[in-house]
């Protein structure tokens, strides 16, 4: 029995480009041989489709690309995910399923039990969890389980579910367990995967096919890392990372047609080269997937605006990404220096605007109303409006999507302008804490120097007043950095915070920062996702609230 296991990156509702990339390795899969070809959960529309569920069109066609690729299943197997219609009046109207096709037609149909309804998940918001008695299907007297995704996922001890998938499937003694999955990345997520695939295979003493998602979907990043476990627990294989693979592997011995990664992979996928992989495919996707071509961003000479310069190239080329300088009265000479050292490093077309001249016309329209109140953060905003006025100028009459910049420290603590700074298309280093900036640098610089040493020796500053410093407004990113991921990833609270030795005021201002930040938040562009706990969908917090105000 051998197994194909295609890991493709899909686009959202795109069926003619879905199916047609799906047929086309199913004819790679008759090639190999392989006897059955597998492919990821709701492959068919791609993953999240969100409200596009809602519409009967989108339902239909769903089920027209199954028919199509069913006609093609002829001495070849594929399990492939796609919704499915539930046929009672009660419930939700869909489910989310895998088909099993053969002999030109569907043979079966399996539904997902544990519909996930965390971080980002809402699939209970359009799905009807599987309540029926499992069943498994026999294919060249092979006795397949077929799974999807979560329902692999109720291993612990402590149990997020009542119902357990694979006690039950384990009942009707399977040869084999294949999940079609959609799991999102972050970089804990592949330990994470890994065990409970491991988990499941030694608890049960089977082989488990383990096929995921690749690519971007706005935020939403899929890492692939498609795996194969044999019965001992132990990994066989696993497919590669921010990459579209394809694998055929033989059930009888686990002998597979391909290179040998697995050790390799773990020994090198650090958490920051996980993320910095991540990061350029989100914004080769983002851009990809929208037919976008070209990215304009502000290069300032600090280290986010200069991390961002050189994921961006490394995702669309040097001669797709424009660096706009827009120096202030307030700017340093080193910073103008650090930038343009950079753009040149990287090949990428650079442009000065000095935005003394703009700023000053604000002030004077401005003037008779502002009379001679000193100047304060109204004229450190203006500055960063303008150059936001500049760069969306500059985005709207060229065509360029413009980047975000800002970090997750500054989202958190609203340290950043509205329509200013917080403006952009995609917010590539939203979920990045400033301390992780400085990782992904030193990353980027471990061959040869790349950024400009001065842009992380410097201390940071948004330059927007004389001699201004980070530090002035906020705690050291050192200390500041390891409040907000225990308050936004471990959802730990003050009281909490201040037993494990945080100073109780340097806690209480942060915490109040963060809580009445969240408006900023809402207005800001999507953000990669790379941590366990992103602003965006995965973290809902309301506008106007009381607690830690």
């Not at 996928?269 to 495919?281: C, F, G, T």
């Not at 040097?318 to 753009?343: M, Q």
């Amino acid at each position: 029995m051998r197994i194909a296991l295609a890991q493709l990156n899909y686009l959202i509702g795109d069926f003619e480009g879905n199916v047609s990339r799906i047929r086309s390795y199913i004819h790679k899969a008759k090639e190999m041989p392989a006897d059955v070809v597998i492919f990821s959960e709701l492959a068919i529309c791609g993953y999240p489709p969100r409200d596009f569920l809602e519409f009967d069109d989108f339902i239909t066609k769903c089920h027209s690309g199954i028919l199509s690729i069913a006609e093609e299943c002829h001495d070849i197997v594929v399990i492939i995910g796609a919704p499915s219609v539930n046929p009672s009046d009660k419930g939700k109207p869909l489910y989310n399923s895998a088909y099993f096709l053969a002999e030109g037609k569907v043979q079966a149909v399996f539904h997902k039990t544990l519909l996930p309804n965390y971080d980002v998940f809402d699939e209970y918001r359009y799905f009807e969890p599987n309540r029926r008695p499992y069943a498994v299907i026999e294919y060249k007297k092979y006795k397949f389980a077929v799974t999807i995704c979560e329902d692999l996922w109720n291993i612990s001890d402590d149990s997020l579910y009542v119902r357990d998938p694979m006690n039950e499937l384990s009942q009707l003694n399977p040869d084999v367990v294949v999940n079609i999955a959609a799991s999102p990345f972050h970089y804990d997520q592949p330990k994470l995967r890994k065990d409970v695939l491991t988990r499941n295979a030694k608890k049960y003493h089977l082989p488990f096919f383990y096929l995921n998602h690749i690519g971007g979907q706005t935020e939403l990043l899929f890492d692939g890392g498609s795996m194969v476990i044999d019965p001992e627990g132990n990994v066989f294989d696993v497919m590669n990372y921010f990459e579209e693979d394809f694998r055929v592997y033989n059930l009888n011995d686990f002998n597979y047609q391909g290179k040998k990664v697995y050790q390799e992979k773990e020994k090198t996928q650090s958490k920051i080269e996980l993320i910095h992989d991540a990061l350029v495919m989100g914004i080769r996707d983002y851009f990809g997937k929208m037919e976008l071509k070209t990215a304009i961003l502000g290069l300032s000479g600090g280290i986010d605006s200069a991390v961002t310069l050189v994921l961006a190239t490394k995702a669309l080329g040097s001669e797709n990404v424009r660096a706009i300088l827009l120096p202030s009265r307030f700017s340093s000479e080193h910073s103008k220096l650090d930038a343009i050292e950079l753009s040149d490093r990287l090949n990428v077309k650079h442009d000065i605007i000095e935005i003394d001249e703009a700023y000053a016309a604000f002030k004077d329209l401005l003037k008779p109303y502002f009379k001679d109140l000193p100047f304060n953060l109204a004229e450190e905003n203006m500055q960063a409006r303008a150059r936001a006025v500049i760069l969306m100028a500059l985005s709207n009459k060229f065509g360029y999507i413009l980047l975000n910049t800002s970090n997750k420290s500054e989202a958190a603590v609203g340290y950043g302008t509205m329509y200013g700074d917080m403006c952009g298309g995609i917010s590539v280093l939203g979920d990045v804490y400033k301390t992780e900036v400085y990782e992904l640098a030193a990353f980027i610089n471990r061959k040869k120097e790349i950024i400009p040493q001065n842009s992380i020796d410097k201390p940071p500053s948004a330059e927007l007043r004389p001699n201004q410093k980070d530090s002035d407004s906020l705690p050291e990113y050192s200390i500041l950095d390891k409040i907000l991921y225990e308050y936004i990833e471990l959802r730990k609270g003050p009281n909490e915070l201040i037993k494990e030795g945080f100073d109780k005021e340097i806690v209480k201002r942060v915490l109040k920062l963060v809580n009445t930040s969240e408006y900023k938040r809402y207005q800001t562009p999507p953000i990669l996702r790379v941590s366990p706990k992103a602003f965006g969908t995965g973290r809902r917090m309301p506008i106007v609230g009381k607690y830690l105000s």
